[in-house]
T-cell receptor, first 115, second 118 residues
Framework: NAGVTQTPKFQVLKTGQSMTLQCAQD?????MSWYRQDPGMGLRLIHY???????DQGEVPNGYNVSRSTTEDFPLRLLSAAPSQTSVYFC??????????????FGPGTRLTVL | AQTVTQSQPEMSVQEAETVTLSCTYD???????LFWYKQPPSRQMILVIR??????QNATENRFSVNFQKAAKSFSLKISDSQLGDAAMYFC???????????????FGQGTTLQVKP
C-alpha cells in the first residue's frame, strides 16, 4: 500500500491563480480530510468527507473547495489564491467516519507559497 | 468548543535522559480520544500514542507513555531513554467521541519542538 499520497510536494502561485492539490489513498478509507499547518497554530481542519459524494466544511473553509467523487480521491481546490493561503497542507484519512479512536493517516504534505 | 494547549514551544533533552511534554485541553464532553503525533523534519505526521478518555490506565508504547489526568484535563507525554531520532515537533490532539458532533475532526495544539542533544 502506498498509503496517503499528495501531489505536488511544493508549489508557488501568484495571487489570483487557481490550482488543485491532489490527495489519494489506497486503503479504502471512508473518512478523508484536509488540514493546513501554520507556525504556532498547529493543524486546522479545512474540509472533510465521510464517504464518496459527501463533504462538509471544517474550521477554516473559506477560499477552498473540495469534492469526493470516488473513495480514493479527495482533491482540494484553491479558487483564487491569496498570500494568506501560504501554508503546508496535509491530507489525512481514517477507516471509518464513526471510528473516533481510529488513527488518522497523513500524507507527506504540500508546501504552498502564494506571492 | 474544545481547545488544546501546548505551553512549551521548545524543549531540549540530553540523549538517554527522560523528558516530559505538556498538554492541556478544555472540553465539556466526557467521551473523547487524545493523541500525540510526531512530526520530524521530513514533515510526515506519525502517530506516537493514543488514549481513550474512558480508560483510566495510562497508555504506553515502548519508550513513550502518557500521564492522563482527566479531572485536570491534562495529557502529558513522557519520552524515556531519549534518542537522536526523537528530535521532532510533537503535537497533542483531541477527537470527540460523540457521534452527533463527530466530524472526525482532530483539534491540535500549537506543537512543541523537541531537541535531543548528543
Amino acid at each position: 500500500n502506498a498509503g496517503v499520497t499528495q501531489t505536488p510536494k511544493f508549489q508557488v502561485l501568484k495571487t489570483g491563480q487557481s490550482m488543485t492539490l491532489q490527495c489519494a489513498q489506497d486503503m479504502n478509507h471512508e473518512y478523508m480530510s484536509w488540514y493546513r499547518q501554520d507556525p504556532g497554530m498547529g493543524l486546522r481542519l479545512i474540509h472533510y468527507s465521510v464517504g464518496a459524494g459527501i463533504t462538509d466544511q471544517g474550521e477554516v473553509p473559506n477560499g477552498y473547495n473540495v469534492s469526493r467523487s470516488t473513495t480514493e480521491d479527495f482533491p482540494l481546490r484553491l479558487l483564487s489564491a491569496a498570500p494568506s493561503q501560504t501554508s503546508v497542507y496535509f491530507c489525512a484519512s481514517s477507516p471509518r467516519p464513526s471510528g473516533r479512536g481510529d488513527e488518522q493517516f497523513f500524507g507527506p504534505g504540500t508546501r504552498l507559497t502564494v506571492l | 468548543a474544545q481547545t488544546v494547549t501546548q505551553s512549551q514551544p521548545e524543549m531540549s533533552v540530553q540523549e538517554a535522559e527522560t523528558v516530559t511534554l505538556s498538554c492541556t485541553y478544555d472540553t465539556s464532553e466526557s467521551d473523547y480520544y487524545l493523541f500525540w503525533y510526531k512530526q520530524p523534519p521530513s514533515r510526515q505526521m506519525i502517530l506516537v500514542i493514543r488514549q481513550e478518555a474512558y480508560k483510566q490506565q495510562n497508555a504506553t508504547e515502548n519508550r513513550f507513555s502518557v500521564n492522563f489526568q482527566k479531572a485536570a484535563k491534562s495529557f502529558s507525554l513522557k519520552i524515556s531513554d531519549s534518542q537522536l531520532g526523537d528530535a521532532a515537533m510533537y503535537f497533542c490532539a483531541y477527537r470527540s467521541g460523540y457521534g452527533s458532533s463527530n466530524t472526525g475532526k482532530l483539534i491540535f495544539g500549537q506543537g512543541t519542538t523537541l531537541q535531543v542533544k548528543p
